[in-house]
T-cell receptor, first 114, second 111 residues
Framework: EAQVTQNPRYLITVTGKKLTVTCSQN?????MSWYRQDPGLGLRQIYY???????DKGDVPEGYKVSRKEKRNFPLILESPSPNQTSLYFC?????????????FGSGTRLTVV | QKEVEQNSGPLSVPEGAIASLNCTYS??????FFWYRQYSGKSPELIMS????GDKEDGRFTAQLNKASQYVSLLIRDSQPSDSATYLC???????????FGKGTMLLVSP
């Protein structure tokens, strides 16, 4: 089944404890992206990647890191999480950055930082 | 600033009615337009795409695009309670640009 897989689905952590949210797609998509979604603010892009070893900042990159060492994986790293990073996170992928095919989203990761 | 604007709602319609959801965008050069449906706490799901002016129909859904007015809409005919969700408009602003999402319109369909 074609899908984007995120793990974990739920995570509660403490301020300052490094964490990684994994994202993997099995559709051979070039493009991958991370979003956070907060009430009233909609989907906001954190980082995106056009291909392996090519990443760029989105609208809200502060406090986050990403890497794209292989095509299928695009992990999101929070090196020192803070409570304002409590949010619902989505990974997405696409054949073409969404120009024709749109995005396929993962199931989401609900992160709580206390 | 690239923007996609949607009325946040909620838009309330009775079961069986037509729901009309609207979206405007700022970039006149935009090429591709998408509608996503998102149930509370779930991920967005692509339901319609449209690239040319006019209407595109898929089952109970019709997407309408007017590039001159920078306006795209989604009509849902015979609305069902299961259509109650937030609908996100997404616009690709340029060939090498990523999708820009609106904040979404919440639709409530009452039995």
């Amino acid at each position: 089944e074609a899908q984007v897989t995120q793990n974990p689905r739920y995570l509660i952590t403490v301020t300052g404890k490094k964490l990684t949210v994994t994202c993997s797609q099995n559709m051979n998509h070039e493009y991958m992206s991370w979003y956070r979604q907060d009430p009233g603010l909609g989907l906001r892009q954190i980082y995106y990647s056009m291909n392996v070893e090519v990443t760029d900042k989105g609208d809200v990159p502060e406090g986050y890191k990403v890497s794209r060492k292989e095509k299928r994986n695009f992990p999101l790293i929070l090196e020192s999480p803070s409570p304002n990073q409590t949010s619902l996170y989505f990974c997405a992928s696409s054949l073409d950055a969404g120009a024709v095919y749109g995005y396929t989203f993962g199931s989401g990761t609900r992160l709580t930082v206390v | 600033q690239k923007e996609v604007e949607q009325n946040s709602g909620p838009l309330s319609v009775p079961e069986g009615a037509i729901a009309s959801l609207n979206c405007t965008y700022s970039d006149r050069g935009s090429q591709s337009f998408f509608w996503y449906r998102q149930y509370s706490g779930k991920s967005p799901e692509l339901i319609m795409s449209i690239y040319s002016n006019g209407d595109k129909e898929d089952g109970r859904f019709t997407a309408q695009l007017n590039k001159a007015s920078q306006y795209v809409s989604l009509l849902i005919r015979d609305s069902q309670p299961s259509d109650s969700a937030t609908y996100l408009c997404a616009v690709n602003m340029g060939r090498y640009s990523t999708l820009t999402f609106g904040k979404g319109t919440m639709l409530l369909v009452s039995p």
